[in-house]
């Protein structure tokens, strides 16, 4: 499975079997998460075999069942951490579809259980991301339409439809979608830029999700298009 068709793919799952990770699996999930923890300057943590995480209340009312692995999305308290958690952690949901697995980002649902992660001073957790084999592969959701998050859709190249088409299948806080893409062209030899930023949300998570969007938009663009304005 290509990461374009994991993006497809890919839908949030919150009930799973209580079944561990296989161990290549969890390897190459855990190799990866190093990776991206430097690229990212990030403190992501998989944690196994633990369910108490998702016991409580909250996961009752999130409706989840049989969580017994999920990703720490932890680093350093900085303006910009929530969009690294986001941008950075998106990886490795996509990852995590290639391999077999089901995911679903976590915002609130969850009890931060001592001794399943650890924290370097100044670090915060902002998130969890439940994952393991689904007891179903999920469902769509009803997604905006690409005039809605670009006011330059018209204007611009095909690259750059196909990255909102992408961003548009990002999971975003309660299905919100509250980010947008612009189009820049540029003269001379510098490449043309996109624009990212996030709309107002009562919700929040909106820095999370745009990071989640980037992501999804520049695999369906093509990195080598543009860059970031």
Not at 79 to 97: N, P
Not at 136 to 161: C, E, M, Y
Not at 163 to 190: M, R
Request: aromatic share 10%; with cysteine.
């Amino acid at each position: 499975m290509t990461l374009e068709e994991a993006i497809k793919a890919r839908h949030s799952v919150r009930a799973y079997r209580e079944q561990p990770l296989a161990a290549e699996t969890a390897e190459t999930l855990t190799a990866r998460i190093q990776q991206l923890n430097t690229q990212g300057q990030l403190h992501m943590q998989l944690v196994q075999n633990e369910p108490k995480a998702f016991l409580g209340t909250l996961a009752k009312y999130g409706r989840f069942s049989g969580v017994r692995n999920y990703i720490v999305m932890a680093g350093k308290r900085a303006d910009d951490l929530d969009e690294r958690i986001g941008y950075y952690g998106e990886q490795l949901v996509l990852l995590a579809q290639t391999l077999g697995l089901n995911t679903c980002w976590v915002g609130l649902s969850y009890t931060k259980v001592p001794g399943t992660y650890v924290l370097d001073d100044d670090e915060v957790i902002k998130a969890y991301i439940s994952i393991g084999y689904g007891q179903t592969q999920g469902t769509s959701h009803k997604i905006k339409r690409p005039n809605q998050v670009s006011h330059t859709i018209d204007q611009a190249p095909d690259w750059f439809l196909r990255g909102i088409e992408a961003a548009l299948l990002a999971p975003t806080a309660v299905n919100q979608q509250k980010f947008c893409f612009d189009y820049q062209p540029v003269t001379g030899q510098h490449l043309p830029r996109v624009v990212a930023t996030r709309r107002f949300s009562l919700i929040g998570y909106t820095q999370m999700d745009l990071g989640i969007a980037k992501c999804h938009f520049e695999i369906g663009a093509g990195r080598e298009h543009f860059e970031w304005a």
